[in-house]
C-alpha cells in the first residue's frame, strides 16, 4: 500500500496544470475588454477629456514631424559651461514623473493632461543611469550621492568615501586614500563659487554628498554617533557631518548652503527660534563658528532662519548665505507654512542671485528630497506635488540664467517602488481608483505600492479619501518605511555638452561629464575636442559637404 500516491498524484497534476498554464501555448493572456459598459464609459471620458483633433491620423503625423523637425535643427553646444545647476528629484522615478505631470495638468484642469511636460523634460537631451552600490543592487540616498557628486561609486550608508570603506567603519573612511573629492571642491578650485540646496536636513544625506566624508549617514551630529549602538567608540572622535559642513575645506568655503536641520547645530541645552532643543551634546555652537569664519578680506556672510528673512537679504551684497528654515527636514510643499519656510523654488532663486557675483561662473546643487520623503510614507500625492514644485524650481533656473553659458543636469538618485498601473481611461483622476478588478469586484487605485506602511487586506476603497494630501496608497508588502526601487532614473540636460548625457551609463558617470563641460575638476584635463563656437562646427560641416560634392562632381565627368 502507499498511502501518499493519491495525494502525490494529485499534486503531480496540478503542478502539470500549472506548468501548460505558464507556457504560451496553454494560457493566454487577453487584453480584451469584454465589458460594454466599460467601453461606453470610456468613449464618453474620451469625448470629454481629449481634443477632437486626437482622434485625427493628420494630428499624429503632424506632431511626430514637427518634433522630427526640432530635432534635426537642434545643435549641439561645445565651449565651457561657466556655470553648472545640478538638480536631484530624490526618488524621483520615471512612474514619479509620468504621474507628476498627469497631477500637475489635471490641478491645472488642463483636458489631456498625459501630454503635460515638466520643464525639464522639454530639454533636449536625455538618458538613464543606473544606480545601483557597490554593495547592494537597490542605492540609498548616501552611496547615490557619492556617485553623482564625487564620481565614485562606495556602499550602501556611506557618503564621500570608496568600497574600501564598509558601514561604520570610521577607520576606514579617515583613510585619505579612500576618500573621494566632491565635485564641489573642483569647483572651488577652479574658482568657481559653490552653493548646496535642499528642503531636507542639509546634513542628511544627499547634500552631505557634497561635502563629507562619513562610514555612516545618519552620524549628523555628535549625539547621532552617541547613540549610534554600533558605532566604535573611536567613532566619537571623529567630525560628525555639521562639524565637516563648518570645519572643513569644502564645506566652509561654499557660498550658499540652504535647507532645513537647524538642531544639528547648536547645543542641545538650548533651544531655536522655534522652541525645538538643539540636538549637539559637545556644546558647540556651529551656526555662531561659521559667522565667525575667516574667509577672505571684505567677505560679508549672512545667517537666515525663514522665509522674510531670506526674501530681505541683499544677495547682491552677500557673499556667504546660511539658511536653516526648519529644526529637523522643512515641510511639505502642501502642508508648509509659507509665511515661515520659503519654497525650493524661492531657494534657488537667491542662491543664484548670490553665486551670480563671480567672474568665474558658479556650481549649484539643488534637491527636492520631499518626493522620496513622501514616497517612504505611501503618500503618493504629496510626492507628485513636490516632483512638480522641482520642476518649477528648475524652469526658474532656466529663466535666469542661459543655455549659451549654463549648464543644467536634472536627474534622480534612486527610484522608488510606486506604480502607475491599470487601464484607466484618459483623463481619470490620477489619484483615483477607476478601474474594477473582476475577481472581487472591488476599484484598485492607480497608484500603488510595492510596499510599505499602508499595507492592507484586500478592501473596498470606495470611500477612501484619495485627494487628503496624507492618504497612503495601497501597498502589496507590509513595511514600517516604503523601500527604494533599482531601476534606472532619468538625466535631462541643457546647455553647453548637454549631449554627454545621452545614453545609458553608471551613475557615477555624471560629475565627470559635468567636470569636462565645465573645466573643472578631472575633465579639465582631458583634451578638448571640439571647436567653441557652434556656428564654428556649422560653417566646417558645410565646407566639408561643398568640398565632397566638388570630389563627386570630378569624379563624374
Known sequence: MRPYGVPCAFALSIATALLLGATTDGFEIRHTDNNAEHIAARRRASNENI????????????????????????????????????????????????S???????????????????????????????????????ADSACSATAYLTGVK??????????????????????????????????????????????MRVTHA??????????????ECDDDVFIDELADKSCTTQPDIARQLIERETGQNLNV???????????????????????????????KEWLNINRTSGASSAYVTDRSQLKSVNTSETDYLLGLFASSHMSYNLLANKSQEPTLVEMTEAAIEVLSKGDAGYYLFVEGGLIDWAHHSNMAQLALDEAVMLSKAVGRAAELTSREDTLIVVTSDHSHTMTINGYPHRGSDILGHPMIALPDQMPYSTLSYANGPSYKA?????????????????????????????????????????????????????????????????????????VADSSSVKILVSSSLAVFTALVALLLR
Open 154 to 199: 562606495g556602499n550602501i550608508e556611506t557618503i564621500g568615501v570608496s568600497g574600501a570603506v564598509s558601514n561604520r567603519d570610521c577607520l576606514a573612511s579617515n583613510e585619505p586614500a579612500n576618500q573621494a573629492v566632491s565635485s564641489m571642491r573642483w569647483a572651488q578650485r577652479a574658482g568657481k563659487r559653490t552653493g548646496v540646496v535642499s528642503n
Open 257 to 287: 548652503v540652504m535647507g532645513g536641520g537647524r538642531a544639528k547645530f547648536f547645543p542641545n541645552t538650548e533651544k531655536d527660534q522655534q522652541n525645538f532643543n538643539g540636538q549637539r551634546r559637545d556644546g558647540r555652537d556651529l551656526i
Open 206 to 219: 544627499t547634500p552631505a554628498g557634497a561635502y563629507a566624508n562619513v562610514a555612516q549617514r545618519n552620524w
Open 51 to 98: 481634443s477632437p483633433d486626437e482622434n485625427n491620423k493628420q494630428f499624429w503625423y503632424d506632431a511626430g514631424n514637427n518634433l522630427l523637425r526640432k530635432k534635426l535643427n537642434s545643435e549641439r553646444q561645445y565651449g565651457v559651461a561657466k556655470n553648472v545647476i545640478f538638480f536631484i528629484g530624490d526618488g524621483m522615478s520615471i512612474a514619479t514623473l509620468a
Open 458 to 530: 484586500r478592501y473596498n476603497l470606495s470611500n477612501d479619501k484619495t485627494d487628503d494630501p496624507q492618504y497612503e496608497f495601497p501597498s502589496m508588502v507590509n513595511l514600517t518605511w516604503e523601500t527604494h526601487g533599482g531601476d534606472d532614473v532619468a538625466v535631462f540636460a541643457s546647455g553647453p555638452w548637454a549631449h554627454l548625457f545621452v545614453g545609458n551609463y553608471e551613475q557615477n558617470y555624471i560629475p565627470h561629464a559635468i567636470s569636462y563641460a565645465a573645466q573643472m575638476g578631472p575633465g579639465a584635463e582631458l583634451e578638448r575636442k571640439h
Open 100 to 138: 507628476a505631470r498627469i497631477y500637475m495638468g489635471q490641478k491645472q484642469n488642463n483636458t489631456g493632461s498625459e501630454k503635460e511636460m515638466l520643464s525639464f523634460e522639454k530639454f533636449p537631451f536625455t538618458g538613464l543611469s543606473k544606480t545601483y552600490c557597490v554593495d547592494s543592487q537597490v
